[in-house]
């Protein structure tokens, strides 16, 4: 069983940058492809970002290209979100999940089978 909690969550104002983590247990996160959703009020959630078990390789969401990075620390057993040049459309609440079926990225969320509950990115003007 594997036990996902997302922390870094908060208020920022456009244009602003932060780092969410998602700290991982009780199972191999080295071994595990990870991706960052979202979701905002009303909306379905979406892709992110996503990221290989060796961080190898990354992919994005067209809306955050360039301005958001995933990484991961396989020692820390910890996955990393940075946002940076933040916009009011960023704010929503961001899980992390991951994929113990392999260790690819992907960008569809029924790729992955274990969720954090979620922090909270708020973007203000």
């Known amino acids: 069983q594997v036990q996902l909690a997302e922390s870094g969550g908060g208020l920022v104002q456009t244009g602003g940058s932060l780092r969410v983590s998602c700290a991982a247990s009780?199972?191999?996160?080295?071994?595990?492809?990870m991706g960052w959703f979202r979701q905002a009020p009303g909306k379905e959630r979406e892709f992110v970002a996503a990221?290989?078990?060796?961080?190898?390789?990354?992919i994005y969401a067209d809306s955050v290209k360039g301005r958001f990075t995933i990484s991961r620390d396989n020692v820390k057993n910890t996955l990393y979100l940075q946002m940076n040049s933040l916009k009011l459309e960023d704010t929503a609440v961001y899980y992390c999940?991951?994929?113990?079926?392999?260790?690819?990225?992907?960008?569809?969320?029924?790729?992955?089978?274990?969720w954090g509950p979620g922090t909270q990115v708020t973007v203000s003007s």
């Open positions: 999940a991951a994929s113990t079926l392999g260790g690819g990225a992907w960008s569809s969320t029924v790729a992955y089978n274990y």
């Open positions: 009780g199972g191999t996160f080295s071994r595990y492809g």
């Open positions: 990221i290989t078990w060796n961080g190898g390789s990354t």
